[in-house]
Each structure stands twice: as C-alpha cells, then as structure tokens.
C-alpha cells in the first residue's frame, strides 16, 4: 500500500482511520447488509445516521440551542447567492470584508442581489493581511456583515472574530472550521463546503440562527431558502447521504482526538513547524503573509528563484509529498495542512525543505 502525505487544498485528506472505518463498513453497514448509497435517507438507519452526526457536530462546536444544523449541497459557492436572497432585499446594504480570492468571489455574487459595502479591503497589499477591525466602514442598519474567516488560498486567517453588534455576522468558515474552538454565539450565519475540514465534497454545511430563518425573497427557489432545509431537517430533498456519513464518521474521530481543542493544539503545532522552517531558511523561503495572520490551514510559501519551483515539487513527489503547487493566482507554494494532516506528514515536509534549501541554497 503507497502512503503519501496529501497536501491538496481541498478536496482535501482524510483521516486515514475514517477512510479504513468506511472501507471495512462500506458493502455492510451495522449488520444492514447495504451500503449507506444504497439507503433510503428515510429509513431507520440513516435517520440514525444525520442524527448522530449532528449531535456529534453540536458537541464538537457547542452549538447553542437556537441554532439550526444544515446539511445541504452546491458548496460554498451556492451559499454566496444564497445568503442575500434569504438574508437581504435588493435596495438592502450588506457589508463585505474583501481579504482574498473567496471575499471576491463572495463579493461578486452578492452584487446581483444587494447593495454591497466594501466595508474594509486588504487588496491594497496583496492580500497579505486583515485589515485592522477599528478601521471598518460599515454602514449603519447592513442586513449582514461577510467575512471569510480563512483565505484558503492566499493563506490569510482571521485571529479573531469580528464584532458585528445587532447586525448579524456571516462567515465564510470552509476551510478553517473545526479546526480551534469558536464562539458560535456570536454569529448569525456559518457556511462551510466539506472537501476541507469535514468530509467529501457534495456536502455543504451551514450553521444558522432560528431568528434568520423565513426571510426568503418571495421569488427564492425552494431549494435556496434556508427556512425549508431547516423545516425538512436537512431532508427536503434527497441530501448528500455517504457524505453525511462521511463526516459523521469524522466528527467521531475529532472527538476521539479531543475535539476542537485538542486538535487545534496539533494545528498549532504543525504550522509553526512550518512558518519556523520558513523563517529559519536565510530568505530560500519566505511567507507572504503578514505574521499575525498567517493561516494554521493553508501554508503559503514562494522559494527565492522561481526557476527552482519545479525541481522542488520533483523532489517532493518523489518523497511522496503530493499536491504542493500554490494556485495559480498566487504561484509558489502552498502546503494546506487541514485536520487530518498529521504531524508527521509536516515533519517529512519541513525534512525535505531543509534538505532541498541545502543542496541548493
Ligand atoms: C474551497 C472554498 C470555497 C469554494 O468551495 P466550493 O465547494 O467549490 O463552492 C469557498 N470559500 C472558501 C473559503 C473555500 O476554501
């Protein structure tokens, strides 16, 4: 069996012990003798299923009670339309904080249905930072208050959540979330695609508080109004069954990990391995990112000589450490180390870097 080290942005590696739990379950679920595919989402077993990973979810996050659990599909990109149709009116201002590549896609989406407020942009310098929160100009009476809490691909994170007073707060969290605890009290709104930090992707997540449920636009697809996923308990339609297994099965083995605390220790842990092997490098690598936002999920890193960026990802495939190009829009480098990275695997990684600035540095 080839054991690699994944670094992909997203779809993103599993933990290795989810993947063997699904393999071994996977033609006989529970002495059902079906596989989850192969289920009716109606049926005992995988009512048992939802409940569990919901529940499982509650506790890992503490998710108060006014809050609705949603499991949906269409991924963070069908949120970003979404969310004005239920949330606000066309003549409405929504405020947007634009800190990369996901705030402006974000941006440019909510435009179609709403007045939008840039209300802070780090654009000015690449991306590479948060804009100071004091600076802000929001507008008085916003339907919302937008941020992404992790840049997924310009590697920029939030280190704090923003105070958004009566105006309710939504946040972008698909590739941060479940990844530190967080105060889910103090938003309105949490959307997440799967394929980063819960499972496959097809399933999308979404964290939302009772009192924003039923304000749809009357013209809003039934499909897209978050007050009949909520009603249906996630089961309007036919949801994305083997993905809420799926990240059922991982909501366990967090929780068999030490949930969201434990986990985040072993994320600190893992990116300052790297930003330290970064800095430690006499300038061969360098981080883009101003310090107090650099992402504990998404490692981006440029080598000095571009030139050398390809006999670096040569040397790192034959070391079975896979997925390491940065995304086009930034070039370089980017080690995405989600929660089911393991330490080991950025051991091997920060090995490599070390050895590879050293033959050629
Ligand atoms: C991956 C990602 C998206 C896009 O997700 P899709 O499932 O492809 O729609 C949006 N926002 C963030 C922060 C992401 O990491």
């Given at each position: 069996m080839t054991q690699v080290f994944n670094f992909s942005a997203g779809p993103a590696v599993l933990p290795r012990d989810v993947l063997l739990q699904v393999q071994q379950e996977l033609t006989d679920w529970h002495g059902s003798g079906m596989c989850v595919m192969e289920m009716s989402h109606r049926g005992r077993e995988f009512t048992q299923i939802i409940h569990e990973a919901e529940a499982d979810l509650r506790q890992l996050l503490a998710i108060p009670a006014d809050y609705k659990v949603l499991f949906m599909q269409g991924g963070a990109h069908f949120q970003f339309g979404m969310l004005p149709l239920n949330l606000a009116r066309q003549d409405d201002t929504v405020d947007y904080v634009n800190t990369g590549h996901w705030s402006k896609i974000a941006i440019k989406e909510a435009r179609r249905f709403a007045n939008v407020n840039i209300a802070a942009s780090s654009e000015d310098r690449h991306f590479t930072y948060v804009p100071d929160e004091a600076g802000w100009k929001r507008t008085a009476g916003a339907a919302y208050l937008h941020y992404c809490s992790n840049e997924t691909i310009g590697g920029v994170e939030f280190p704090f959540i923003p105070d958004s007073?009566?105006?309710?707060?939504?946040?972008?969290?698909?590739?941060?979330?479940?990844?530190?605890?967080?105060?889910?009290?103090?938003?309105?709104?949490?959307?997440?695609?799967?394929?980063?930090?819960?499972?496959?992707?097809?399933?999308?997540?979404?964290i939302v508080r009772e009192d924003l449920l039923g304000r749809a636009r009357p013209e809003t697809p039934t499909m897209l109004d978050y007050k009949v996923h909520a009603d249906g308990e996630s089961l309007y339609n036919t949801p994305p069954t083997f993905g809420i297994y799926v990240a059922g099965l991982v909501f366990k083995w967090l929780l068999s990990q030490g949930g969201v605390k434990g986990i985040e220790q072993r994320n600190i842990e893992k990116a300052s391995l790297l930003y330290e092997t970064i800095d430690a490098s006499n300038g061969f690598?360098?981080?883009?990112?101003?310090?107090?936002?650099?992402?504990?999920?998404?490692?981006?890193?440029?080598?000095?000589?571009?030139?050398?960026?390809?006999?670096?990802?040569?040397?790192?495939?034959?070391?079975?450490?896979?997925?390491?190009?940065?995304?086009?829009?930034?070039?370089?480098?980017?080690?995405s180390i989600y929660n089911a990275m393991t330490v080991e695997g950025v051991r091997a990684l920060t090995d490599y870097m070390r050895e590879f600035a050293g033959s050629k540095g």
């Open positions: 007073g009566d105006v309710p707060l939504i946040c972008d969290m698909s590739s941060n979330i479940l990844s530190k605890p967080v105060d889910i009290s103090k938003f309105g709104l949490i959307y997440a695609g799967a394929q980063k930090n819960i499972g496959p992707s097809g399933l999308t997540l979404a690598y360098s981080s883009p990112v101003d310090k107090p936002y650099r992402s504990r999920m998404n490692v981006a890193f440029t080598l000095k000589d571009e030139k050398l960026d390809d006999a670096f990802l040569e040397g790192a495939k034959a070391r079975d450490l896979l997925q390491l190009k940065g995304h086009r829009a930034v070039g370089g480098m980017r080690a």
